[in-house]
């Protein structure tokens, strides 16, 4: 579970790391002297947001301050932050007065079940806060196979991300994984108080090294929509159009269909009709 402090440190090294990524070029700023190190210097931050720089190295060093929301608007802009990593810097900073309260059961509607099944042979699913697999249609099981067993998160999205060989044939898998991290740490870091996700972090940092080195990054970013394409070992090659919906009554809720490519299409229905 994420304490106060574990939640400074979290904005420290999200500060941090976002500092590190930029240069004085980007801001306008004379590159100056050698550096040690990469990125923006804390007082040339602190310049740029207008703030106390002996202030923002407090923040970075994890102490107890408070940023105001004003304050967090110069640091956004400073970073040149984008929409995601904004909302995840307010979430960091201001929990008590942006996490938003979940239900305590995830429950998918009957239309929404409806909706995924009548969408065959284009795979659909829905996933919850957690990116738990809510439920899923018969062409994402050809696919995906999300009915298989893989303890001990067998029904997370993430987990099985990173240990299914069929969820790693994604043709860019490197810069795949690297998104699905940012996305997965934005969201997480909504529910400060779940010790959940906590537990499954630390599983995966156990179980994969590609999702350690990521997760170290403390990059954040929002769900991409676009061309997915799968070098599938049973299924051979496959390409779909990806795009992710919010439910309007449930917002942790999310539905993400692939739309196949005509041959694709031809041969998930080929598969389903027999």
Known sequence: M???????????DFLRTRRAHLTPADVNLPNGSRRRTPGLRREELAQ???????WYVSLEQGRDVRPSEQVLESLAVALR?????????????????????????EIVTAAHLNSIHALNPHPAYIMGKR????????????VFAFSEIAPPHSRNFLWRCFTSPVLRSHSQWDKLAESLIAQFRADSARFPGDKWFSELIDDLNQSSEVFRLGWAKHDVKGIPDGHKSMNHPELGN???????????????????????SPDTAIKLTTLLSS
């Not at 990116?131 to 050809?142: G, P, Q, R, V």
């Open 2 to 12: 994420m304490n106060d402090n574990e939640r400074r440190q979290a904005l420290a």
């Open 48 to 54: 740029l947001a207008n703030i106390g720089t002996s």
């Open 81 to 105: 932050l984008s929409y995601a990593e904004r909302r995840h810097l307010f979430v960091l900073a201001q929990p008590h007065e942006l996490m938003i309260t979940a239900p305590p059961e």
């Open 131 to 142: 990116w738990d697999l809510l439920a899923w249609n018969k062409a994402a099981e050809l």
């Open 238 to 260: 496959l390409e779909f159009e990806h795009v992710t919906l919010q439910m309007p009554a449930d917002p942790d809720q999310k539905m993400i269909l692939y739309t196949c």
